[in-house]
């Protein structure tokens, strides 16, 4: 019903900046909020920032100052600043929407794109 796709993924390098973008289709009525996560080789999925329906935006502490999340209509975007080796990995966009279900529309239903691969290298 949503498909998010991630685009942008590639090398860098160490200290340098990079945007990612997340676009999301399908027969979305509103969005519940929108997120960016991360997983490094070996490590587990972990949230990077967030931002609300309303636009309201939240980091997590390791990335505060140097990451940006905005959104555009259905388009989500992560700007990278000053990467770091250990910020290599897999990134993934995640979304609560409200779809059509049956005719009516769903409550948030949370939804994920398949990853962009950042690559930062010293």
């Known amino acids: 019903q949503v498909q998010l796709a991630e685009s942008g993924g590639g090398s860098v390098q ?3 900046s990079h945007r990612l ?3 999301a289709s ?8 929108m997120s960016w996560y991360r997983q490094a080789p070996g490590k587990e999925r972990e949230l990077v920032g967030n931002i ?3 636009g309201h935006t939240t980091d997590v502490d390791s990335v505060k100052g140097r990451f940006t999340i905005s959104r555009n209509q259905n388009t989500l975007y992560l700007l990278m600043h000053v990467l770091n080796t250990e910020e290599t990995g897999m990134y993934y966009c ?3 929407a409200r779809v059509s279900v049956g005719g009516r529309w769903s409550s948030c239903r949370a939804y994920w794109g398949q990853g962009t691969q950042v690559t930062v290298s010293s």
């Open 21 to 23: 973008s997340c676009r």
């Open 94 to 96: 995640a979304a609560g």
């Open 52 to 54: 609300t329906k309303e």
């Open 26 to 33: 399908g027969h979305i009525f509103s969005f519940c909020g």
């Open 14 to 16: 160490a200290g340098g």
